[in-house]
């Protein structure tokens, strides 16, 4: 039984769930069968046409407490190896957090806010985990992943998913200073690089403007709008506290932008079809903390050089010339006129 194969020879499934495995452990039956051994009573799961975990609890009017308890038992032991860089962890981690109430989803957020969460967010799954860990860590939690970034930051920008991440990492966190140090230092080494590629840009143009979806796709931006509603009454008590205070259990809403059965509110009806407003997990201003991180770090100073040195060829680039329009026109709100305007008059 590939369950009880799983469970108990954790340390040989760490050494060889390599290309074979991860053919292997992607298959939906087995999928099924680690969100509850009841499933392994049912043959033709593979050909569900439900997929996400809430449909099938419904479908099969399964005990979702029983479920919980069931992958919490698969869950602990692999996060307590570290067996988290595979696809399938992820996609087990994001269905536990689409059901888990508020003590359980808090719980799975500190363990991995930290070097495990940067081992995860090259995936789609695994990115969602990494923004909602930001958006729904504590400040101390939020403070290891920061660090956990250290020396991954250039290379996690060029990847699509981790790219996202970084986005939300700059739309979010409050320690500003942290987050220069760590973060856009790291930016500001590779930073024409990061402005030619078409995934590198998005941290910048986050920045420059903000939730702009002629940047982000209408998934992405889905993503980058995920919250897990059973902690987001949490979220004042989070910022204080350095460590989860114990509540009891809720059901979290599941619901995205595209139908996906997922822990999230909804972005609010009233914007703009050019902007989504995205949730906010920190207590500054959005303005203060773009205001600091684009100009106060100097990253803007440095973008405006290089357009200037490589305007030619950034205009012959797809992604470089959307830089450099955003740079040339002051960024969103004219952020950059303000102390850079003269710099600016260079690019006109």
């Known amino acids: 039984m590939l369950l009880l194969f799983f469970d108990t020879q954790l340390d040989l499934l760490l050494s060889n769930m390599h290309t074979s495995w991860e053919t292997q452990l992607k298959n939906k039956s087995f999928l099924m069968e680690l969100y509850s051994t009841e499933l392994q009573l049912f043959k033709d799961l593979s050909s569900m046409k439900e997929s996400r975990l809430s449909d099938v609890i419904l479908k099969l009017n399964l005990q979702k407490g029983s479920v919980l308890r ?13 067996i988290v860089d595979h696809s399938i962890i992820h996609r087990v981690l994001i269905e536990y957090l689409s059901i888990a109430g508020k003590t359980s989803a808090a719980e799975i957020i500190q363990q991995l806010s ?63 200073k942290l987050v220069t140090k760590v973060v ?11 402005v030619l590629d078409k995934n590198g840009r ?15 796709s209408p998934d992405e931006m889905a993503s980058l709008s995920l919250s897990i509603s059973s902690l987001n009454a949490m979220q004042g008590e989070l910022e204080i506290n350095s460590e989860t205070k114990p509540l009891k259990d809720e059901e979290s809403s599941v619901k995205d932008n595209n139908g996906r059965e997922v822990t999230m509110e909804k972005p609010d009806d009233s914007t703009s079809p050019e902007t989504l407003h995205l949730i906010e997990g920190g207590k500054k201003d959005p303005s203060i903390r773009r205001q600091e991180l684009l100009v106060g770090s100097g990253l803007a100073e440095n973008l405006i050089d290089i357009c200037i040195e490589n305007a030619e060829e950034l205009l012959r680039s797809n992604f470089g010339k959307e830089v450099l329009y955003e740079v040339a026109t002051g960024g969103s709100g004219g952020i950059l006129q303000e102390t850079l305007g003269d710099k600016l008059k260079h690019l006109a």
């Open 202 to 216: 998005r941290p910048l143009l986050q920045l420059l403007n903000p939730n702009c979806t002629r940047y982000f």
């Open 184 to 194: 856009i230092r790291e930016l500001q080494s590779i930073l024409k690089e990061l």
């Open 114 to 176: 930290g070097p495990l969460l940067v081992r995860m967010i090259h995936t789609r799954d695994g990115s969602q985990i990494g923004i909602l860990c930001v958006k729904h860590g504590s400040a101390k939690e939020r403070k290891k992943i920061v660090k956990g970034l250290k020396g991954t930051v250039g290379k996690t920008a060029h990847f699509q998913y981790g790219s996202l991440v970084l986005a939300c990492i700059v739309s979010t966190i409050d320690d500003t």
């Open 70 to 82: 069931h992958m919490a038992s698969v869950i602990q032991p692999i996060l307590e190896k570290g």
